[in-house]
């Protein structure tokens, strides 16, 4: 078999100026006869890329991933920071287990217990769940969870969020209806000892503190027509007791309801959870990304928050014997490749050229899998993205900062747990931080101590010189593990990169794309791309790719689709639940007086 490339020069057109080198169609020779193979490009090489070029260069295509090109320092990530974010691989993570498998590699540690830290120290130690008798959800994770101070009258008031777990279901009607951005008129009512009632009313964006005397909290809407439901999470106060965390979904129309619920669960676990799990400060995450990453990390299964590690980078241990087995199979790898602009064909309205700069790249289908600011650049520079609404909605999508510190300290710290999440420290900023030497097969043996911290929502960190961040995040670790204030940086790789993680905002969800586009043959994957798959992180990552693969092969009517493994099924109470909650919406949505119900 003979493969054979030209090149020749092109013209410009309205979408592109001055001199292009295109890269023509890719022949094979068999038997006599020449046939051209369908050209695919996959613009990112993260989890989603290399999923989606993994399968088609399986199925024969003639499969080029575009690398790099929107670096802006030696520390900017491309895409997606798959060796940082969330960094474990959690049991749910079927189908990127199931390519490790293919691929016959061996890249992971065994399950590994896990902690969470608050600004007062130890909060939770989680188990290896699956090596403890199963229970229904949410018991089992409640029950063998070890938590440090938080008594069981404030770990049975979770039970209350499975309302809202249950009532969310990951339709495109479940995020509408969670995912409002927008305010609300309350007014708030509590009794005082004496008798005396007081009512004022606010809008929810204002109700961060306000003060009671009365353990009965009273709230309820105007009867004005609200948008979606949402959830209102309130802080209240009683004398000098500690803060109470309440939370409630507001429907449309009026209700009054008690609210009781405590601070610690929420302070103390969820938040943690949240603020590694989305990035960001829980009140300024979407109700439905939040639902949803909690049901499917924690709530869906007792088994689902255990986890194993790389034991080095994810570049190192999986992506690079990954695309080694890709170049095996004729994919290409191109390095240093700025997508500018595409070519649309006017006669089909499909996307005939890919630019890069002054290099133009012939595709018969497109796969965008960036992150979303890499994705907004290519926006705000192509003259026939900008043209179509889906595009110009991503600009209104967020991004967060990331920084991490990879430390090496004079003596060996003794690490209670390889993995921990933090909260507390700082009101906007979660992190995590890890034992390497635990993790990583090159740190097994080291005498020393070499451990990773990384800040996320981590905008403020930023600007700080590189002994100031190091300096910090030991100040951090300290209040964590006591020793760690007798050890001494020796070594440093402070990494900061820039609008590099997705961020799920309250309202967000409008402005997401999905997986196909008005472009007939130009696809999308990633992270923040919807889908119906159910999984998030990395595992969402890889899991759009396949799909956008499968939707090339549908388009270019070749190959076989990839088998994509679904989330496991709801256990039976829940599923039992769930369809007693449809069908008590559909009786109350009947009813006249149905914008009176909390639903």
Sequence with gaps: MLACWRVTPSLSNEYRRGFCCRAEDQQTVSNGLVRNKKKVLVVGSGWAG???????????????????????GPNRLISSPDDFGIRGLWYPYRNIFNLVDELGIKPFTNWMKSAQYSGEGLEVEFPIFQDLPQWPTPFGTLFYTEFTRLPWVDRLTSLSLMAAVVDFDNTDTSWRKYDTSKDYQVHVVWRTPSGLTKNFPLRSSHLRRIHCYSVQILIYLRRDPLPADGLLRLHIKRGTSPTVSLSARLPRGSFSDNLAARRGFYEDVFNPLLQVGLFAPAERCSAAATLGILYYYILAHQKDFDLVWCR??????????????????????????????????????????????????????????????????????????????????????????????????????????????????????????????SIYDEHKDDTVTFVQADFFHANELLPLKDDDVATKAVSYLSRCVKDFENATVIDKEIGRFPKSLTHFFPGSYKYAMRGSTSFPNLFMAGDWIITRHGSWSQEKAFVTGLEAANRVVDYLEEGSFARIIPVEEDEPHIQALRSLNRNLNDIIAQLPWSNYFIR
């Design 312 to 437: 080095g980078t994810v570049k190192e241990k999986i992506f690079e014997p990954w695309m080694e087995s890709m170049k095996n199979q004729g994919c290409k790898f191109l390095e240093g490749r700025r997508v500018t602009d595409v070519f649309v064909n006017r006669e089909n309205g499909c996307i005939s050229e890919v630019i890069c700069g002054k290099e133009s790249l012939k595709a018969d289908a497109v796969i965008l899998a960036v992150g979303i600011s890499t994705l907004q650049e290519i926006i705000q520079n192509s003259a026939a993205l900008c043209t179509r609404e889906e595009f110009l909605k991503v600009m209104n999508l967020a991004t967060v900062d990331l920084l991490t510190a990879k430390l090496k300290l004079d003596t060996k710290v003794k690490i209670p747990n390889a993995s921990n999440a933090c909260s507390g420290f700082n009101d906007s900023i979660g992190w995590t931080f890890f034992d390497l030497n």
């Design 50 to 72: 290399l999923g989606a070029a993994h399968h088609l260069s399986k199925q024969g295509f003639d499969v080029t991933v575009l690398e790099g090109g929107y670096d802006s």
